[in-house]
């Protein structure tokens, strides 16, 4: 193997070991919000969070049925049964509003969060 080959090699690993490095640093320096669910009300029906940093959102679905958080501009959905809590992992945004919602109560189970 030539140096060069085996610079770029290195090089390689350096760069996946760092890739590494970024996804673990991203779940523990994630802002954590929390929010809860009941009678088809997000409380509170707005939530902030600044930009550029990955955000865990701490829901408890407080009311007698499931419901399925879901956004789609954030890219996520998840079922969080009657009584039950859920951790919803955001990726870092960039500023703006971002709408969720109960899919089972889609028209009035709505909410939104807003990145500063
Ligand atoms: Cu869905």
Avoid: C, W
Wanted: a neutral charge; charged letters at 25%.
């Amino acid at each position: 193997m030539s140096l060069s080959r085996m610079l770029s090699s290195a090089t390689l690993l350096a760069a996946i070991a760092l890739v590494f490095v970024v996804f673990a640093a991203d779940a523990e320096n994630a802002v954590e919000i929390q929010l809860s669910y009941k009678d088809k009300k997000f409380d509170p029906a707005e939530i902030g969070a600044p930009a550029n940093t990955p955000i865990a959102i701490k829901l408890r679905n407080l009311g007698a049925g499931a419901m399925e958080f879901e956004s789609k501009t954030l890219h996520v959905e998840k079922v969080v049964a009657a009584g039950g809590d859920a951790t919803i992992n955001v990726r870092a945004q960039k500023p703006g509003r971002y709408e969720f919602f109960d899919e089972y109560n889609e028209k009035t189970a709505r909410g939104a969060l807003v990145v500063k």
